[in-house]
């Protein structure tokens, strides 16, 4: 990866104590991509973040901040907006963004100006000479969001920066992200909402207790998690357990609504029992007699096999139906028995 | 350093706007006005003339106390005259028109004398006409004082023919006010009666007669000299009557005894003044003034403003630093500047509030000094000269640099390890503890501003600002003023590191503050 790289982490461990909070953790961005950095409370996200721009020293390891050993050297070209949020009370929005872009080296003529305008962007017009503590907390935080970005930073690092926004401003923060990306810039983000990762980042980093545990693109990703058909029959199904390409089969779960049902990619699906009639010419809904069953795909098997085995050997299905996994099942896949530890210092 | 000037300058900008501020910046100047101006207003305008009634059948006391008052009066408007010639007329030179005798200026108004030569001169009419000449145009004309003490006719009411028991009777209401009585055609209150028996003589109270075995009755009290009045809180009158009572009976028996009067006069205008020398002083000035009074009090005004500027400094440092550390804005701070910039930052921008504040009371003391100097009181001019002659004020500018400065190390260490003001209240209250010491040898250390007391506080850095600008004016020794110096510098950079290191770790650190112990050990690592 090299010089190009927008940060490189190679072998970096913190110790606090006796504790491990990071160890041995490597991984590198190029730029102009959105990285999702995601990982149970505790696991050490903060922490890393924290070394990423030298406000904590590693116990070992280097990091590399837009080909500089010090985050310090480049801090004008790096925007971060912390896990915890406050800003100063009694300041007024302005005032605070054009300080913070002041101390990351622009002019002060030229970061009130940036201020005043990233406000009216971001539809905080009217609040731009309130004191903040006049402000909501969602305001607050799309303040301090802004102020982070105001001198167009080069990485951008935010650690929850989801947290504490309502729908439309969670969607504003996205359009931004996406923005800042769509400019060349690099964003590395932490969060706990799995969706938004899903639907912004190309990358996955995946972290537990410290380590680094899932590093590749959300396509890679998901497919540490098997891929499922589910189907209803009234039939014995013991022809496709022989079958090479399914590694396991299971009764799906009748009672769980989350499994129960036809399922689509994508956290927005929720499965309505009444809909029409889908393409597969199945009608849902369990019916006497009938038996849900979730069957898991040998890695890229074709799910096409299952059905043409069913046709063939007389299975007649009610439903079928092939499900890509989400984040959220990779997450909890990976770290999710970690997870539920919950031992944190972050 | 450009960093540590961004965040300075913020931490002025937001300070300058806090109530607090602008509390500390006016409430001085105000304090000072008010403890300058309150005492001439009620000097002015609030003493009331006092009238009375002197009742003196036998006209046996009352000229002597009339001359007394009469006396006290002109003293007043001699001094009133001296100050009024030294605000508006031009002084007197050796060297030009021959110096006129007597001239206003050489009277001593104290000196029993002078004042009478003031009198047998003309007075206020004969000194007015003799400085007309020298006054500056545009002055204003010469404004006599007041007379505190007026005497009344008795009330047309009282028969002034009936025993004096009776006419106390009728006088009590007049005393209690109930009544008023007139003066120069107005209405007014009674403060006092002054009612002096017909055989006042037989009263006379003499060592001989006052033998232990069989002593005189002591005088009933109606035959007795009688001061009445409802006010026993304003004295002056009584003592002026019964000092120009005594005089005249004691002058009485010296006659009586065979003395001649001329000879009595001379002795009663004998006195030998009391000088008080400094052995310090120049050779040929060692006399003592009101300005060496005030050269030795005056540093304790200064420990006492230096102790008010630290110490509201240092709260505004911790409650600056509290804020950014529990709303967590210290982290995007330290993303942008190094811990270091960040405290120089804090540390500079904070000082310049607080020098701000000590300047804008520096101005005032010299503006309201300057402005009654010319005036009312002495002490003030004496105060302004002090002021102006002394190195009081670098002194102060010095040790409150240094002072706020070693006491910020210990409030950027408390201010990095709490999460709130009210964790950070157990170290403040001991850091308020240590602080109260030079507040309480504050009074003390003038008076022996270079004994043990004052040399061992010297010593310890903690005390060093305070004792030393209270000993500013005493000449403390060489290695007095050096070594401590040297010391609280050393003290204050030594302090400011340690307090680097404790802020670097506790500033990120949340959950419960630690104990002082581990804080040194951070401070100490490396």
Redesign the interface.
Same mark, same amino acid.
């Given at each position: 990866m090299g010089a190009a790289a927008t940060l490189e982490l190679r072998n970096v461990t913190k110790f606090f104590g006796q504790f491990k909070a990071v160890e041995d953790v490597s991984f590198s961005l190029g730029s102009g991509s959105i990285c999702g950095f995601l990982g149970p409370n505790g696991a050490g996200k903060t922490t890393t973040i924290r070394m990423i721009l030298e406000i904590l020293k590693p116990n070992s390891g280097t990091i590399t901040v837009l080909g500089r050993r010090s985050a310090l050297e480049v801090r004008h070209r790096l925007g971060y907006l912390p896990e915890e949020k406050g800003l100063y009370k009694k300041m007024k929005a302005w005032a605070i963004i054009a300080y913070f872009a002041t101390l990351k080296g622009m002019t002060r003529k030229a970061a009130k100006r940036r201020a005043f305008e990233l406000l009216e962007r971001y539809g905080l017009k009217d609040f731009a000479e309130k004191p903040t503590d006049a402000l909501s907390k969602g305001m607050g935080q799309k303040v301090q969001i802004l102020a982070s970005i105001a001198h167009d930073p080069e990485l951008v690092i935010l650690d929850e920066p989801f947290s504490g926004l309502d729908p439309v401003n969670q969607q504003v923060m996205e359009d931004l992200i996406r923005d800042l990306a769509r400019r060349n810039r690099t964003v590395l983000f932490s969060t706990h909402v799995m969706e938004q990762a899903e639907r912004l980042c190309q990358r996955i980093l995946l972290i537990a207790k410290g380590r680094l545990i899932f590093d590749g693109s959300m396509a890679e990703a998901k497919r540490t998690v098997p891929r499922r058909v589910r189907l209803e029959t009234e039939d014995d199904i013991a022809p496709l357990r022989g079958l090479a390409e399914v590694s396991a089969v299971r009764p799906a779960p009748r009672a769980n609504g989350e499994l129960d049902g036809p399922e689509q990619p994508g956290p927005r699906a929720v499965p309505a029992r009444s809909t029409p009639p889908r393409a597969n010419g199945q009608v849902d809904g369990p019916e006497q007699g009938s038996r849900r069953w979730e069957l898991e795909l040998r890695g890229d098997s074709d799910a096409q096999v299952i059905l043409q085995t069913c046709f063939g050997r007389g299975i007649r299905l009610k439903s079928f139906n092939q499900s890509e996994p989400t984040l959220h099942e990779v997450f909890m896949r990976l770290v999710g028995p970690e997870a539920k530890e919950g031992a944190g210092h972050e | 350093m450009k960093?540590a000037l961004?965040?300075a300058w913020?931490e002025y900008a937001?300070n300058a706007?806090?109530r607090g501020f602008w509390l500390g910046l006016f409430l001085f100047p105000l304090v000072l006005f008010l403890s300058v101006q309150v005492p001439i207003l009620l000097e002015q305008r609030a003493t009331p003339v006092r009238y009375f009634i002197l009742v003196d059948p036998s006209r046996g006391l009352a000229p002597a106390i009339e001359a007394t008052l009469e006396k006290t009066y002109q003293r007043q408007v001699l001094a009133a005259l001296k100050e009024y010639a030294r605000k508006n007329a031009a002084p007197l030179t050796n060297s030009a028109s021959p110096r006129p005798a007597p001239s206003l200026e050489d009277l001593n108004e104290a000196d029993a004398q002078a004042l009478e030569t003031f009198v047998a001169k003309g007075g206020e009419g004969f000194f007015l006409a003799q400085i007309e000449r020298r006054l500056r145009p545009g002055a204003p004309p010469f404004q006599e004082p007041r007379r505190l003490f007026q005497q009344v006719k008795l009330p047309p009411d009282i028969n002034p023919k009936a025993g004096l028991a009776s006419m106390a009777d009728e006088l009590k209401p007049y005393l209690r006010q109930d009544k008023l009585v007139e003066a120069d055609g107005v209405p007014v209150q009674l403060a006092a009666a002054i009612l002096i028996p017909p055989d006042f003589q037989n009263q006379v109270v003499r060592p001989q007669t006052r033998s232990p075995a069989a002593g005189p009755q002591p005088p009933a009290s109606n035959q007795q000299i009688q001061y009445w009045s409802a006010n026993a809180s304003d004295p002056r009158l009584r003592e002026e009557v019964e000092r120009a009572v005594n005089a005249e009976i004691r002058r009485r028996e010296y006659l009586a005894r065979g003395m001649d009067a001329a000879v009595i006069q001379q002795v009663e205008h004998t006195y030998i003044p009391l000088v008080s020398l400094n052995p310090k002083k120049e050779k040929g000035r060692e006399a003592v003034g009101a300005a060496d009074m005030v050269r030795q009090w005056a540093p304790s005004a200064f420990v006492y403003l230096l102790w008010v500027a630290i110490f509201t400094v240092m709260q505004m440092l911790l409650s600056n630093t509290i804020?950014?550390k +529990?709303?967590?804005?210290i982290?995007?701070?330290?993303? +942008?500047?190094?811990p270091g910039e960040l405290m120089m930052g804090k540390l500079l921008g904070i000082a310049v509030v607080g020098l701000t504040m000590v300047g804008a009371w520096m101005a005032a003391l010299f503006g309201i000094l300057s402005w009654k100097s010319g005036g009312a009181s002495e002490l003030i001019g004496q105060a302004f000269l002090v002021l102006r002659t002394s190195n009081l004020v670098p002194v102060f500018a010095v040790y409150f640099l240094l002072g706020y400065l070693m006491y910020a190390a210990f409030i950027l260490s408390i201010g990095s390890v709490c999460n709130t003001l009210k964790e950070a209240q157990s170290f403040m209250a001991v850091m308020t503890l240590l602080m109260m010491v030079p507040l309480m040898t504050m009074t003390f250390i003038p008076k022996d501003p270079n004994g043990p007391l004052a040399r061992v506080l010297s010593w310890i850095p903690l005390y060093t600002p305070f004792t030393m600008m209270n000993r500013a004016t005493a000449d403390p020794p060489l290695i007095d003023l050096v070594g401590t110096l040297v010391l609280l510098l050393a003290t204050t950079i030594g302090a400011l590191c340690m307090a680097g290191r404790i802020f670097r770790i506790g500033i990120?650190r949340t959950g419960q503050p630690p104990k002082v112990l581990e804080m040194l050990r951070w401070a100490l690592r490396r």
């Open positions: - | 960093y961004l965040v913020r937001e706007k806090t804020e950014e +529990s709303n967590r804005i982290e995007v701070l330290l993303s +942008s500047v190094t990120l």
